[in-house]
């Protein structure tokens, strides 16, 4: 994946951490058009593998430290126009709480059948189908 979007803008790792049958989400202070509810996510600095960035991300804006299991896909964002990268993670330590105060309002752990209350639209479909897939079995 390119480090930056077209415009110049880095490109923004998002971490979908999945733990005891819930997704993490947090709400952003400052909501990104239709985006108030989203994945812990940031930009990847240069040199940094977007996975790299994705659990960084999760780590600094929510005290939870994060494996990256695998890369579920890229596109370019069509409410932000961002150029995004999408990583599944596992919780490898620590307890979730709203460690950015100045970026994040608060945090949830979701369900499955909860996240349309969160998200008002679909899903990037390769996470919807990562979801569906470990989520199933709770």
């Known amino acids: ?9 880095p490109a923004i790792a998002a971490a979908v951490v999945v733990h005891e ?3 993490l989400m947090v709400r ?14 940031g930009e990847v600095e240069p ?9 960084r991300e999760t780590r ?7 494996k990256a299991l695998k890369l579920l896909g890229e596109r370019v964002h069509p409410d932000t126009g961002r150029l995004m990268s999408y990583t599944a ?18 945090l949830a ?11 008002p639209y679909r899903l990037f479909e390769p996470v919807q189908e990562h979801l569906d897939v470990v989520l199933e079995r709770w």
């Open 1 to 9: 994946m390119k480090q930056q979007n077209a415009d110049g803008r």
């Open 21 to 23: 049958g819930c997704v």
């Open 28 to 41: 952003r202070r400052v909501s990104e058009g239709r985006l108030s509810w989203q994945f812990p996510a």
């Open 47 to 55: 040199g940094e593998a977007r996975e790299e960035a994705a659990v």
């Open 60 to 66: 600094e804006e929510t005290g939870l430290t994060v």
């Open 89 to 106: 993670c596992e919780v490898a330590g620590g307890h979730a709480y709203v460690a950015d105060t100045d970026e994040l309002a608060e």
């Open 109 to 119: 752990w979701v369900a499955l059948i909860e996240i349309s209350e969160y998200i």
